[in-house]
């Protein structure tokens, strides 16, 4: 039985629905702080800085694994540094602890490319680059999967965790990122209203569309564990582009559309992230490889937004 935190946000509820289609409904606990309505399956309310609550759901229904994927984002974590570093925290150590104590066979914990800083080369960003982030999002990544490490050396848990890049997909909405523009943008552009873009036209970031997020996922938690040979997390790439490479990538399909640049905080949050990811090392332990370059990334979300939008206006 799996329990997923966080199953309401932008990656957790396509995941969830993902995990549910391949383990059975009654095989996925999903929780998050707070219950949508929308859900299917099994819902419970967590909040996961709450340990008795977490400890109480996973004896109430025999929990063998957990995704922890309840956490603040980098632009909103910013609001209020102290606590979001206690929540991000706070909630991993519940996690790992409640799995080490009731011997949960598999933790899978989201990193994100936020772990670099200016210690780490910008292009191709080796897996094991020095790591000094700027923002309280990025510092309690680096601190998380440390201690997932920690937790796999010392108790031998069975800690799995990527370094996700900023995630695009029609099915759900982000929430507090500094990556959230490139969701946005094909909104705006479906609905054939002017963009505003809160970072510069040249900021190239590493992005992945939602597809190959949720298949690499799965393939590193199904991975046998002797092919884990990373314990605190794996660098992963999908593609790497700019507000202008995909505003021009859009304009092919959608010639009207348009955007205005006016950076704001979050960019200073983005000029200390890397440009592109080496993801070398995933693809040779497990395997890894993904699917969606920006072409194809844009004729998906377009045609997928356009539907959305024309069956619900
Ligand atoms: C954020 N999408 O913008 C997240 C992320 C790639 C960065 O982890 O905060």
């Given at each position: 039985k799996i329990l997923i935190t966080g199953a309401?946000?932008?990656?957790?509820?396509?995941l969830t629905a993902t995990l549910q289609?391949?383990?059975?409904?009654?095989?996925?606990?999903?929780?998050?702080?707070?219950?949508?309505?929308?859900?299917?399956?099994?819902?419970?309310v967590i909040d996961a800085t709450d340990y008795e609550r977490v400890q109480?759901?996973?004896?109430?229904?025999?929990?063998?694994?957990?995704?922890?994927?309840?956490a603040i984002l980098s632009a909103k974590g910013e609001e209020n540094p102290l606590q979001t570093w206690d929540i991000n925290t706070k909630a991993l150590l519940n996690v790992l602890e409640i799995a080490r104590l009731n011997a949960i066979e598999k933790v899978f914990y989201p990193s994100s490319i936020a772990v670099f800083g200016e210690g780490a080369p910008k292009n191709n960003t080796p897996n094991d680059a020095y790591l000094n982030p700027t923002t309280v999002y990025g510092i309690s990544k680096v601190d998380g999967e440390n201690w997932a490490q920690y937790y796999f050396l010392k108790y031998g848990l069975d800690v799995r965790s990527i370094?996700?890049?900023?995630?695009?997909?029609?099915?759900?909405?982000p929430g507090g990122g500094t990556t959230d523009y490139a969701v946005d943008i094909f909104h705006k552009a479906v609905l054939n209203e002017k963009f505003n873009c809160?970072?510069?036209?040249?900021t190239a970031l590493p992005m992945i569309y939602m597809d190959d997020v949720i298949r690499s996922t799965i393939e590193l938690m199904e991975a046998p564990s002797e092919k884990i040979k990373v314990r605190t997390s794996y660098n992963l790439a999908g593609v790497s582009f700019s507000p202008k490479d995909v505003a021009l990538e859009i304009a092919k399909i959608l010639p009207n559309f348009s955007i205005d640049y006016k950076p704001d905080f979050r960019q200073d949050i983005a000029n200390h992230w890397p440009k592109s990811i080496d993801d070398s090392q995933a693809k040779t332990d497990w395997g890894w490889q993904p699917k969606y370059n920006l072409e194809a990334i844009t004729k998906t979300?377009?045609?997928?937004?356009?539907e959305h939008y024309t069956v619900t206006i």
């Open positions: 309401n946000g932008q990656l957790g509820s396509v289609d391949r383990y059975g409904l009654e095989n996925v606990v999903v929780s998050d702080i707070r219950n949508s309505g929308n859900n299917r399956g099994i819902f419970e109480s759901v996973v004896t109430q229904y025999n929990i063998t694994q957990i995704y922890h994927l309840a370094r996700y890049p900023g995630v695009i997909g029609h099915q759900s909405l809160f970072l510069s036209e040249d979300m377009i045609n997928a937004l356009t």
